[in-house]
């Protein structure tokens, strides 16, 4: 027992130290491990400054190579290639030009040197001490870590996570997610940035005066350069602190979250509407292919895609409201009722498409091996459907129900327009006309969130239940 | 019945083409039988009755050639002459307007299945119905000064495309192009340039038999066309598309502009009639010109927005892929920030910066749309250059660029070509959605997104306003699905089989 602790106490170092070598090669994952260890690397950096630094490394290696380049191997190896050369245009018939054959002999020359330069210092035991490698070697150090633990606890953390395939896996991807988000939110800043309008001409008339317009830039902080605003845009949608809004002087962050939740709803019903009506159609049309039931399946898939939002929930209040009065026209938030139109509506291009994705993949998976398994043991039909192809058809529904996830929040706007509900969309919509640029900013990053986070859960599902994925994560 | 006899009623086109003209025919009957009875006051409608009853007996003979249809089948395993007989007079349902059956019709006319017969008849069909539709113009006030050269051109074409039908029937292109026919395909293909873009395939298919000495060429030309001509949903999106070309070009003559955008206080939100099809809007003017009118924006919009980022994206892809390692993620890591963002989103932002307009409608939805290809092109790339012959090509030591854009992209097009087809759908959709908001296009074009935001303010009075232009989008998007759909089955490897 004790031992065994002992060996793992001995092993924990290298083990950070085999991860930090596999994370300092992708370049986001370095910056953000320099980040998370900032403290423990600023003193480290200091050291290495102050007594590592002298590297002779280069100046070595360039007297070794000289040192190669004079030996005889050295023009040898330039014959070889003039050689290389000269049969080589031979064989293509075309004409030898001697400078361009020497040039690219010595081109060829010199990287072997290089190579055999390097070769020779490292059987010297010397080699290459740039920061980074130099900061591994102080990992291997138990001491080193013991003492670097608690500021750099973070950093450890992040090394540690990143020896668990799965947790690293979801590591990855919840990184890229941050990076995206803050990406988003900069890009989408940057455009309304640069738009031509001017928003205090726009909101206080063309008769305000000079003062007026000054007063409310520098109200808003539209007078701060380019990169402050840009600061303060980011820092505002993350701590969920917006200011307020152009016109009406509405608390930006307030008025979201009095918003969101319609949204959110009615595009979580449209999707279980969705799932629950699509899935089962998918089965059929796979299980009786090119019966009249696929067909007509299908068919009423396709003019689901190619039905627009608003003309659709038009139709629907022309003849369910206004003609046969069963439902309500228009969205009010205590009547269950009125929400069924605008859910069936934004579902509908969802179920054609899932409906689609179902037949599609199920039929792909139908005619595997482990299909014709299963009838051979004289499974049921049903049995073999549903446990065994819907099983593995399953992940690229699961990719379509991601994507198609994020294309309905933002094609809310149109269906809220239509059934004149208060949502984020037409929220959205409504402050453009103005435009309220803050407004603008935080409803269109948020729903960009919302999506990026739904993505993240789908593709952590994705590799749950996915076991191709799960056995690559642990052999890489 | 026997396993060959199934397989003799599996395999026939004819018999499943058959079949879905009955549906749709059907189903068109019980559509306008639905219009005809006016429910509240529980009347007849005079002229709807007309048109159901025509219909209904066009849907019964078609259902009756289909049942003879099985039987040849079944008991000859090969279509008798008296069935191609019975469906010949089904030709007469074209002038009831109903395309599906006569479609069928002419198909059954011919005993070999040829791609050149059947571009011609629907490239005469597209004819006729620009023809129909430009007619609809005599019952208004006045035409415009260049409607009767504009008729008479479109009688000499059509007449041209009858014979070219006639005599591809009676020929077998396989055998050989007569030098006739020839100088008949460069005719058609010039008339083609008129928007029936069926002109120019065919005519094109023409000229090249009758001069290219290359097996493969053509060979992967039939293969290609046989898989779509074959595809009986896919010509009808087809047909729909060109015809919507065709009629956006022809309405340079035929119509008159000032119907669909200036006002006429006389004739305020007008019901459907012969001079005003589809009513007039609160500002008199005539929406059925105003969606003929449209079709030129949704088209020239939906195929731009296609197009832009089809270059862009595909670029960036194809260099992605190609490049691997930093470039790549450089590149994937700045399309991944574009690809969290819903394009109508960003669209929305961007028109709220810079305004909205038509150009700036189709920069944004262009934008939002590029990394959806450039991911398609990435995959497709990272599978084609690991293939031989680009291997090949490095060892020659081919500069890389003219690896990339002469070996690789061309044989990695394919499922980009397919993906455009299946977008330029979901592109006509957003654009008119935009539109319905108020951002789109601007409000006095004639744009159908624009015609529908009239139309759904009066909803309770005058609901065709907004049913029509609906349609209009519909019929495109659902033409455009359809073609996607026949391209990615002609174009698949996988399944070939």
Redo the contacts between chains.
Sequence with gaps: MLSEKGQKNEQTPFRFEKNYLGIIKQ?LFKYLLILLGLPVHMVTWLIYQLKYKPSSYGHLLQKEKKAVQQSPVYDQWIDRYEDQYKSKMHYFNKSIDEQEMRREARKLADIQAEEMAKARLSEENIKDAAYLPFFGERLRNPAFVKVSFIPGILMYLFLWGYSRPMLRYILERLV?TI???I??AI??FT??Y????DPAANILGEAATMEQRQEFNHQYGLDQPYLVQLADAVKGIITFDLGFSYTGNENIAASIANKFPITLIIAVCSLLMAVVVAIPIGIISAAKRNSIWD??FMFIA??G???????QG??F??NFS?KWHLLPATYSPNDWLSIIMPVMVLGTGLTASIARMTRSSILEVINEDYIVTAKAKGLKPRKILIQHALRNAMIPIITVIGLQF??M???A??TE??FNISGLGSF??D???V?D?PS??AG?VY??IT??LV?LVVDIIYALLNPRIRSQMKSS | MTTQQEFALKQSQQYKNANFSVCLSFALTLLFLFNAYDFAQGTWNFVWGIVTAAYFVISILQGAIALLLKKDLLTYGAIQKRTRLLSAVQLLSLFAGNLFTAAFAFRMLKKKDSIEYTLAYYMFLTQFLVFAISLFNLFKPYVSNLFMPAMILLIFAMVIELFLVIILAKTDVEQGVKPLLKWLGIIVFLTGLTGNVFGLILGYSLVMKSRSNDASTIDKWNQFWMSMTNNFTAMLGFLFVFLMLAISIASYGTFVSSFATENDYGALLLEPSLAHPFGTDNFGRDVFSRIVFGARISLVVGLLTTLIPLVIGGFLGAISGYYQKSIDNIIMRCLDVLYAVPGILLAIAIIAAFGSSTFNLIIALSVGSIPTYARTMRANVLIVSNLEFVEAAKALGENEWKIIFKQIVPNAFAPMIVKASLTIGSAVIATSSLSFLGLGVEPHIPEWGNILKIGSMYLETNPHLAIFPGIAIILLVLSFNFLGDGLRDALDPKLDS
């Design positions: 370049p890229m990076f995206v988000i990406s988003v890009f989408v455009i309304l640069f738009s031509p309008s067909y007509s396709l003019i895609l190619s039905i627009p939002n608003f003309w038009l139709v209040i022309l206004i994020g294309g929040l933002g094609g706007a149109v327009k239509v959205i919509v402050k453009q006309f435009p640029t603008i900013l269109v729903i960009a999506i990026s993505n």
